[in-house]
């Protein structure tokens, strides 16, 4: 158990739906990552957070966007979804410096 | 930006025979080269990493070198166990933090008893 907690585990959704998934970083780490994985590919940074700030940004589309709360805990919101955005979502979350613990994800699919 | 390459997207090995997955990266200041293990129905976990001050490192049967000229790097797993089978995943970054992580495509590496 990495700590990082995804829900939901899974999400079934219908072209053009909005979807918010949520994630709970290590107890005490601030930085929050997401991270994409489509079938067969490697995974892609979308988005970091560190402490409630967007820390750096990657290949996320215009349609998603994310936030971390003073929580800590972050959302990524997925907006007129594609078939093409069915993918494990992965959140990763970390201290200050040292490796990324990783969520089990959040498998979407979009029908 | 960073790219990298992973080879081979899939690699078979028998049961206690040696396994090489090997990358390449294309960010001559790339400074750190993690290496994560995803088992079915998992997220990543990290297994071993390394720093480009570093040739070599090593972690009873997992070791990861580096080449900082060729701009390449590889792991290494010994006497393969049944529990090594899982997708391994490279990955660079030219910060000290994991900021801007790029990994490579991923091996699906499996050990045949």
């Known amino acids: 158990d990495s700590g990082v907690t995804q829900t939901p585990k899974h999400l079934i959704t219908a072209t053009g739906q909005r979807v918010t998934l949520r994630c709970s970083p290590r107890?005490?780490?601030?930085?929050v990552y997401w991270y994409q994985q489509s079938l067969d590919q490697g995974l892609q940074f979308l988005i970091q957070?560190?402490?409630?700030?967007?820390?750096a940004k990657g290949n996320i589309l215009e349609r998603f966007s994310a936030q971390q709360f003073p929580d800590l805990h972050s959302e990524l919101n997925l907006s007129s979804l594609e078939l093409g955005d069915s993918a494990l979502y992965f959140c990763a979350s970390s201290g200050t410096v040292g490796e990324l613990f990783f969520g089990e994800g959040s498998r979407l699919t979009v029908l | 930006g960073e790219n990298v390459e992973q080879h081979p997207s899939t690699l078979s090995v028998q049961e206690g025979d040696s396994a090489v997955i090997k990358c390449t990266y294309s960010?001559?200041?790339?400074?750190?080269f993690p290496w994560y293990k995803q088992e079915l129905g998992k997220g990543p976990q990290l297994i071993i990493d390394?720093?480009?001050?570093?040739g070599e490192k090593k972690d009873q049967r997992i070791a990861v070198t580096l080449n900082k000229t060729a701009k390449h790097f590889s792991l290494h797993i010994t006497e393969t166990q049944p529990e090594d089978s899982a997708v391994y995943f490279c990955?660079?970054?030219?910060?000290?933090?994991?900021?801007?992580?790029?990994f490579g495509t991923g091996t699906r590496l499996t050990i045949i008893p």
């Open positions: 390394i720093r480009s001050n570093v």
């Open positions: 107890s005490g780490d601030l930085s």
């Open positions: 960010d001559s200041a790339s400074n750190y």
């Open positions: 990955a660079a970054s030219n910060e000290f933090g994991n900021e801007k992580l790029t």
């Open positions: 957070y560190y402490n409630g700030e967007e820390r």
